[in-house]
């Protein structure tokens, strides 16, 4: 079995520094490297091993990347190292609880494809997440050797971000993901993330050179005899740095990112700070900089458009489940109001 040092596992002084006294000769300091729900795959010193799913007395959810403190005498971890970076959504479905994707990555590889799965919106999405985290992001337009010329996607994308860095490549082709090398030092941590076909896994296998890909990469077969990826893993190439493969995101509902947005579309937020009104909803208001700036084509309209969409969301989103119910309910109270109030009035006329 491989066994890691810890800085080719990614720990550094922001690990470190959390300990306050030496760790026993029992205890040991371990990265989640897959998270499955019969357990967390653990890599450190001593090889990869599972552990049970829970850290007494910490009922906070681990995601993969995670660090942890491991007591191998109990065989279970007993701490969770504070992250250096955190990669969240509101998950999908009624319960809309958060869910945690990846933690202490240092790049994010936002993957989308030069087709018709290239999408503005969802890249804005994901750099939003990058941003707030303080994440490095990288738009990977894969499948370019499928169209006659990339550029224009490269150009697209871009757009969408202050200094955004952004490849074409073809995932399949280990040459033309040499652009990506920069990010691959040892003990640095790559997170793939975007939607499902556009060429994560593909991505990973090639990083990974050919002959792990078969036995390392958990895939199933989807109903249309596609490989779809279905948990989160990381993978450590040859050349010693760390590459998180996810499952494709149908839905990405962003949640307190905030500063991530206004970051992503800064040419629009600085802006809004001159608007005369401090609540400005940049729709209709008199003195608004937003909407003068769009009038003089001095930023994109559609642009604006996602932007207010992205900011409505988070802000929505940020709600405790007690205040929707609480909004819900206040928002029950008015509409009763009003159609009493419209009865009454009907019934006097
Ligand atoms: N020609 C070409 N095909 C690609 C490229 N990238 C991915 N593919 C193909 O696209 C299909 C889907 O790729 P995957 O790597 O499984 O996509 P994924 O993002 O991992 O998808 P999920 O696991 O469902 O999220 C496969 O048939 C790949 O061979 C590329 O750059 N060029
Ligand atoms: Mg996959
Ligand atoms: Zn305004």
Redesign the pocket.
């Known amino acids: 079995m491989d066994t890691f040092k810890l800085d080719q596992l990614g720990w550094s002084h922001q690990f470190q520094q959390q300990l306050t006294e030496p760790y026993s000769v029992t205890q040991m300091p371990v990265r989640v490297i897959g998270v499955q729900r019969s357990g967390w795959l653990v890599a450190g010193e001593t090889g990869e091993t599972q552990v049970a799913p829970s850290i007494p007395g910490d009922n906070r959810p681990v995601t993969v990347g995670d660090w942890l403190l491991m007591d191998t005498s109990a065989d279970r971890a007993v701490f969770r190292f504070e992250r250096k970076s955190l990669f969240k959504r509101r998950a999908p479905g009624t319960d809309r609880s958060e869910q945690l994707i990846a933690a202490n990555v240092d790049t994010l590889l936002i993957?989308s494809?030069c087709n018709q799965d290239f999408n503005e919106a969802r890249i804005e999405r994901y750099l939003a997440i990058a941003h707030e985290a303080e994440v490095m992001p990288v738009v990977v337009l894969?499948?370019?050797?499928?169209v006659d010329d990339p550029h224009d996607f490269v150009v697209r994308a871009a757009k969408l971000a202050p200094g955004l860095l952004v490849e074409a490549?073809?995932?399949?082709?280990r040459d033309s993901l040499s652009c990506l090398d920069a990010w691959l030092e040892p003990g640095q941590t790559i997170a793939?993330l975007?939607?499902?076909?556009?060429?994560?896994?593909?991505?990973t296998?090639t990083l990974l050179g050919g002959s792990q890909l078969a036995t390392q990469v958990i895939?199933e077969d989807?109903a249309k005899g596609?490989?779809?990826?279905t948990s989160r893993h990381m993978y450590q190439l040859p050349d010693g740095a760390w590459v998180l493969?996810?499952?494709?995101m149908r839905e990405l509902q962003l949640v307190d990112v905030r500063s991530g947005i206004d970051d992503v579309f800064a040419e629009i937020s600085l802006l809004a700070n001159d608007c005369r009104f401090a609540d400005c909803t940049h729709e209709t208001e008199p003195g608004c900089a937003v909407l003068s700036a769009i009038a003089n084509d001095a930023i994109d309209a559609d642009r604006v458009k996602r932007w207010r969409k992205l900011t409505r969301e988070d802000a929505l989103n940020r709600e405790t489940v007690a205040e929707r119910r609480a909004r819900g309910k206040a928002t029950g109270r008015l509409y009763k109001s009003i159609l009493s109030d419209s009865h009454q009035k009907k019934g006097r006329s």
């Open positions: 993957v494809s894969t499948k370019a050797d499928t490549v073809n995932a399949l082709d793939l975007g939607s499902s076909g556009v060429g994560k896994t593909t991505l296998n895939r989807d596609r490989h779809t990826t493969d996810t499952p494709g």
